[in-house]
Every structure is written in C-alpha cells, then in structure tokens.
C-alpha cells in the first residue's frame, strides 16, 4: 500500500514538473510573439506541445502559434516591400501555413463546449486577414512555377484552391464568386503532371477543365496521367475529346494514330486521319499518316497515290518515300509469289522493282541508321535486277549486319 502511494506520489510531482514546464513555454513564446522577437523559436516550441495529443484543442497554443507565424509573414513582408534583403521562398512558405495554423484552429473552435455550443472567437478576424493575402498563395505557387519547384508551388496553389471548401472562410464562397479559381487549377494541375504525381494532377481536374484557355494541355496532362495509370478507357477518351475539340493541337492525333495501330485497329485509325484531311486535306502530318495506314492495310496502289500527292507538297519527310518504295516493292513481291508468270508479268514485276528502287535509295539516304527498313528490301531488288555491283555492297552490309 505504501509502495502505491509512493508511486502515485511520484506520478503527480512528474505531472506536476510538466504542467509547470509547459506554463513557462506558453509563457516565453506568448513574450517573444508580444516584443516581435525570436517568433520562429515560438513557433517551433507551439509545434512541439501541439504534437502532444493533450494539446490539441488548446486554444491558446493555437492563438500563439497563428501569432508566431503572422507576425514573421508581416516582418518578411515589410522588408521585401522596403526592398530589403529576405528569403522570398521562406515568405510563400510562411503565407501557406499560417493558412494551415488558421484552419487546425478553426477546426478546434467548432469542438462544442460541455453545453453543446459552439463559440467562433477567431473565424472572423482570421477569415478577414487571410482572404487579403489569399492572392499571395497564387503569387507564390507561380513563383515556384518558374524555379520549376514544383512540389512547393503544388502546395500553396492546393491550399489556395481549399479554402473554397472549409468553414472557415464559408461567408466567401470562393467556387462562385473567385473567377480565378480554374486558372489556379490548372497550374496546380500542371505541378502535379510535372511531378509525374497521379493524385495531384487529377486531385483538382475538374475546375481546372472549366479554364478554357489551357483546356487543350488540361486533355493532355489529363490523357499522360491516365495511360500513366494504365487506365486504356478515360486515356482514349481524353485523346478523342482532344482531337475533336482542337485537331491542329499537336499531341492528340499521332496518339490517337498510335493507338489504335497498336490494338490493330486500322480502320478506326483511318476514321481519325480522314477526318483530319477534310479539314485539311493537304496537310503533311495527315497524309503521311494516311500513306502509312493504307500500306499496312495492304492497299498498295491507294498509298502510292497519297505519297505522290504528300511529296509533291513537302518532299523532305523520309517516311514518305519509305512507304511509297515499299508499296511499289509489296506489289512485286505479291506477282512474284506466283511461280508460273508469262514473260510480259515478269517484266512487269521488274518495272515495280525498278519503280521502288529510287525511292527506297532516297530513304536510305536521308535515313542511313535505318537499315532495318531498307536493307532486305534494297538486297531484293537489286538481285531480282541483275544489279552485280549494287549487290555485292549490300551484301556485304547485310553480312556486317547479321555478326
């Protein structure tokens, strides 16, 4: 019994040493905050005691804390307006947590008191001072923008989008009546596409499609992140609702193309390149595509005509002559298949060989590392041609090759 008591009487003089001790830190920072002084010793000593979870809706932690962290914004503030040497990164920083010290606070406030009621002593006041510096969140995640820091610009562009959504600044209704709100948005969207961050870039997607001046990369931030996630479906359909919307924009149809090449969806894919050639029907990137397309579909003579029209308006694109060499070789190789062919059809494969050959020179030309490509197909004319010194050299290099 003596033993319990002793021990019981050990427990409230450490108890007591505690309170004791904590008094004097509420004190000291409470002083410091009051003369302006030392302010991020007294945020870090409220920080501490706020970690302990019978500190947590203390009230007057809070108050301390919110005054710590407003006084060294206000004090940073001054001196970048008087033009004085400060950390403009640290002041950000400071803008958003006294954002976040308002909100844990607020959250403290709507605890009801053993009479079921609820006293808001500081919403208010708090509300009023941080919807003046609520621009600052905007201004500082923009600034991290063009450090390209952009963990710390996704922070303070998400804090200023969740104010719209807190109690504590209610009375504002900043999804209605912030006009900024989209804009915002989409630059978070853009932080979190840029940190490769799935979570963050689709977290806010929802206002930032409302911004119609970024809508076009909204799709396609939207369209990486989705194929990031392997999601096939909401992928596709951000390619289609991109193409739709904004053909000439850059990203959106070679993808579409890709893809449905990919599934071996080839009609699917020349729905999307015809549909770009008659809105323009002389357009490169659209009839190279189209080529492509027609010679896998095994429609030689139709590719042949397209690559003729597409090197008649751009003739430094390899690819088209690659295709157009092959559709010519892909008809020979199909006559020669049959092994009783009169003397008029074998001079008649020899004329598509010959047709094929200078096209196929010129790719190899223009793309000497593609030998993959042109290689075989060259070794093959050249043989069915009788052309002794343009083989020996591509033998020989395809030999290179196979070691």
């Not at 000291?28 to 009051?34: G, I, N, S, Y």
């Not at 958003?96 to 009801?112: H, K, N, T, Y």
């Not at 088209?320 to 074998?346: P, V, W």
């Amino acid at each position: 019994m003596k033993r319990l008591i002793l021990m019981i009487g050990v427990c409230l003089s450490f108890f007591c040493v505690t309170v004791s001790a904590q008094k004097k830190e509420i004190a000291t920072a409470m002083d410091q905050v009051k003369k302006g002084q030392n302010l991020s010793q007294a945020q870090a000593s409220m920080e501490k005691l706020l970690k302990d979870s019978a500190n947590q809706d203390n009230k007057k932690i809070w108050a301390i804390l919110y005054e710590a962290v407003r006084k060294q914004y206000e004090q940073g503030n001054e001196k970048l307006y008087l033009k004085q040497s400060y950390d403009t990164a640290n002041l950000f920083n400071l803008a958003r947590q006294l954002f976040v010290v308002a909100q844990g606070m607020d959250s403290v406030e709507m605890i009801p008191d053993r009479k079921g009621k609820v006293k808001l002593e500081y919403r208010k006041a708090h509300a009023e001072y941080l919807d003046v510096i609520r621009p600052n969140l905007y201004s500082g995640g923009l600034w991290f923008v063009r450090k390209q820091k952009y963990d710390q610009a996704y922070m303070l562009l998400d804090q200023y989008l969740h104010c719209a959504s807190i109690p504590l600044f209610k009375k504002y209704s900043y999804r209605q009546n912030d006009k900024l709100m989209p804009t915002v948005a989409y630059w978070a969207v853009y932080c979190g596409y840029k940190l490769k961050n799935p979570k963050a870039t689709l977290h806010h997607s929802y206002e930032a499609l409302k911004d119609t001046v970024h809508y076009n990369y909204m799709l396609q931030y939207l369209a990486e992140t989705y194929k990031l996630e392997n999601d096939t479906a909401r992928y596709l359909n951000s390619l289609k609702e991109g193409f739709e919307h904004a053909p000439d924009f850059p990203f959106y149809f070679p993808r579409l193309i890709e893809y449905y090449v990919s599934e071996n969806q080839l009609d699917s894919a020349m729905v999307v390149a015809n549909k770009g050639l008659a809105m323009k029907p002389d357009d490169p990137t659209y009839l190279l595509a189209k080529s492509s397309l027609l010679l896998n579909q095994g429609k030689n003579l139709e590719c042949v005509a397209v690559s003729e029209k597409l090197i008649q308006r751009q003739d430094t694109i390899p690819d088209t002559y690659l295709n157009m060499g092959l559709a010519y070789f892909n008809i020979a190789i199909e006559m020669d298949k049959n092994t009783l062919l009169s003397r008029k059809k074998q001079q008649e494969i020899k004329e598509y060989y010959r047709k094929a050959q200078p096209y196929l020179e010129t790719y190899r030309t223009l793309e000497p590392k593609e030998t993959s490509k042109w290689a075989l197909p060259l070794y093959t004319i050249y043989l069915n041609l009788n052309m002794g010194k343009e083989f020996d050299e591509i033998d020989k290099l395809m030999k290179t090759i196979k070691k």
